[in-house]
């Protein structure tokens, strides 16, 4: 028997929450032709083009050779292009094609629509002190790593 009920796990709900929330957002993306991992390179592309892929991977908060899987499907369906950068041709600078701004609108509204469903299920204040609640937990987990 452990000493801590599954219920009580914040972890648990957590990560069901993210779960979910990944679910509705990759229901909410297939018309648009990409999945969530996809969306969220094309998004911080959009944001930072000619980002590299190592900056990207950080960005998305996956691993750099995660990254260059979702970077080869996305060139391979020309929402992106990669090109060498001017100085370090060794370092790829990627960048949205009209093809991928395309397909990043489409996306996004998609996206959206689920962020926006899932805020009415909060009153102002509640947003509020749920992000402010979040914002503890990260900090709390991201102080905890390397302490053994």
Not at 10 to 33: I, M
Not at 58 to 70: H, K, Q, S
Not at 112 to 128: C, K, M, N, P, T
Request: hydrophobic fraction near 40%; charged fraction near 20%; charge should be neutral.
């Amino acid at each position: 028997m452990t000493s801590m009920p599954i219920t009580e796990r914040l972890g648990g709900h957590l990560k069901r929450t993210v779960q979910a929330l990944d679910a509705a957002k990759q229901a909410a993306l297939r018309p648009a032709g990409v999945t969530v991992p996809q969306y969220a390179a094309l998004l911080h592309l959009a944001d930072s083009p000619g980002i590299s892929a190592a900056a990207l991977a950080r960005a998305c908060g996956v691993t750099p050779p995660t990254m260059n899987t979702i970077l080869r499907n996305l060139q391979d369906q020309g929402l992106i292009e990669r090109t060498p950068h001017e100085w370090h041709k060794n370092i790829l600078q990627t960048r949205l094609t009209e093809r991928g701004r395309q397909a990043l609108d489409a996306a996004d509204a998609a996206a959206i629509h689920v962020e926006r469903g899932l805020a009415a299920e909060f009153s102002d204040e509640e947003q509020q002190t749920l992000i402010a609640l979040l914002a503890r937990c990260t900090a709390f987990l991201d102080g905890t790593r390397g302490r053994g």
